[in-house]
């Protein structure tokens, strides 16, 4: 079972918001108390445990904080790979 640890600068809510867009097809998304889940063909799943953290503090400018875990049950490593990656596009952001 691979295992995914983020540290990510969002809310609770925000997270909440944003995570349908990346769930890819055929998977059905459940949410309920700090965990996701993920549910694929054939057994296989995707858990998403999430919690606040701590507020990062740069200077003035404070930003909330969650603390991610992804799990991945039945999924070899570049499926898992290949999750990571549209999730990490999914909660990217960008400044200029």
């Known amino acids: 079972m691979a295992c995914h640890q983020r540290l990510m600068a969002v809310s609770v809510a925000d997270f909440i918001r944003l995570l349908p867009l990346a769930v890819v097809a055929p998977h059905q998304l459940h949410i309920d108390a700090g965990v ?7 057994g296989k799943l995707i858990r998403i445990a ?9 200077g003035q400018l404070s930003l909330p904080e969650l603390a991610v875990s992804i799990e991945f049950q039945g999924y070899d490593i570049n499926e898992a790979d290949c999750f990571m990656a549209g ?8 400044g200029g």
């Open 36 to 42: 996701a889940e993920m549910a694929g063909a054939e």
């Open 50 to 58: 999430f919690a606040p953290h701590q507020e990062r503090q740069l």
């Open 87 to 94: 999730f990490d596009r999914c909660f990217h952001r960008g």
